[in-house]
């Protein structure tokens, strides 16, 4: 089933009497449970797609569609309800609270969710995720006290506590060494896999992106094009 459509999406910075196009006719559509990245170089035009993608922006053209809804002509708050709702987040730098243990740190999200899950009912999910993300000996901690590949998880956990449609993930290994990384795309892989998540995973690095079973090249703010491969299996 399709989940997300992108059809000839443009993207234009107006600086003074300067026009500076950075995306330019954009269009890829993607499956509910697929695992695809986002593949291109600094200055490519991944991160502005990503942000139209995760509703941070939107289109200066084109159309984007979310489970067969147009959204590319919603409001600032149409497209925070849904994000908050539908997609969920994971950045390079972990972005936890300092000074807060992992279990809030997941669990903060739930505050603003449109669900208003009573406490013990969010912090009884917030449990579940982080013994799903393996880190029930971690809940107390605070970001300080975790390693670079646990605040990942927590950060992880954080990022599905709402039970989102999509998982967009921002170059999620670039603060963690190599050993590190391998496990957090593994855990990718298990969580598309086994729970059926859809992951949208941007990155500058071949060997990062292909970790995913489907690879959109893009440069210049166009798509260069595609490849699918078998490689988004556990390992």
């Not at 059926?196 to 292909?210: C, F, P, R, W, Y």
């Amino acid at each position: 089933m399709q989940l997300l459509e992108l059809k000839d999406i443009w993207k234009t910075y107006y600086l003074g009497d300067i026009d500076v196009p950075v995306l330019k006719g954009v269009s890829f559509s993607i499956e509910q449970g697929e695992f695809v990245a986002l593949m291109g170089t600094s200055g490519s035009g991944k991160s502005t797609l990503m942000n139209i993608l995760g509703c941070l922006d939107h289109p200066t053209s084109g159309e984007y569609r979310l489970d067969g809804q147009e959204i590319s002509g919603l409001s600032s708050d149409g497209r925070a309800m849904l994000r908050n709702s539908r997609i969920g987040f994971v950045f390079q730098n972990f972005n936890l609270l300092p000074r807060t243990s992992a279990l809030d740190n997941v669990m903060m999200p739930l505050s603003y969710s449109v669900e208003h899950l009573p406490e013990r009912q969010a912090k009884q999910r917030s449990v579940e995720m982080l013994n799903l993300l393996g880190l029930a000996d971690r809940m107390d901690h605070e970001p300080s006290q975790l390693s670079g590949g646990q605040q990942q998880r927590v950060a992880i956990a954080r990022a599905l506590i709402n039970k989102p449609s999509i998982l967009l993930a921002d170059e999620p290994t670039g603060n963690l060494d190599s050993h590190t990384s391998e496990d957090i795309l593994r855990l990718f892989q298990q969580l598309n896999q086994q729970q059926g998540i859809t992951i949208i995973l941007v990155t500058h690095d071949a060997n990062i992106a292909k970790h995913a079973k489907r690879i959109i090249r893009i440069s210049d703010g166009i798509i260069e094009g595609e490849i699918k491969s078998d490689a988004g299996g556990v390992k």
